[in-house]
């Protein structure tokens, strides 16, 4: 399985970005998804989750309200990102989950894409 995550760029803050993540079999069709991001000198943090049938999501509090997670039937996990902040610079990474459900831990996922980097300006 490979995932291959897109969108990332340099934004204002205020401004909005919406990232792509790809998955290279649908054997990911029954398995949540999530998306982390890793801030320079700073641990992975979780961001959003999305169930597999798509009715279930969980954001990190510090992004709650303000970016939303999406997938569709071709098995593309999207992450809107609106009212960016600088403190959202980070390398964003989508994952998929070991089961239908998604979770703030990162070791519940199985397989990771590389990477894409935000870079919010003030």
């Known amino acids: 399985v490979q995932l291959q995550a897109s969108g990332g760029g340099l934004v204002q803050a205020g401004g909005s970005l919406r990232l792509s993540c790809v998955v290279s079999?649908?054997?990911?069709?029954?398995?949540?998804m999530g998306w982390f991001r890793q801030a320079p000198g700073k641990e992975r943090e979780f961001v959003a989750t999305?169930?597999?049938?798509?009715?279930?999501t969980n954001y990190a509090d510090s992004v709650k309200g303000r970016f939303t997670i999406s997938r569709d039937i071709t098995n593309t996990v999207y992450l809107q990102m609106n009212n960016l902040k600088p403190e959202d610079t980070a390398v964003y990474y989508c994952?998929?989950?070991?089961?239908?459900?998604?979770?703030?831990?990162?070791?519940?996922?199985?397989?990771w894409g590389q990477g894409t980097l935000v870079t919010v300006s003030s």
């Open positions: 994952a998929v989950a070991r089961g239908s459900t998604g979770s703030p831990n990162a070791e519940w996922y199985q397989y």
């Open positions: 079999r649908r054997t990911s069709s029954n398995n949540g």
């Open positions: 999305i169930n597999w049938r798509g009715g279930g």
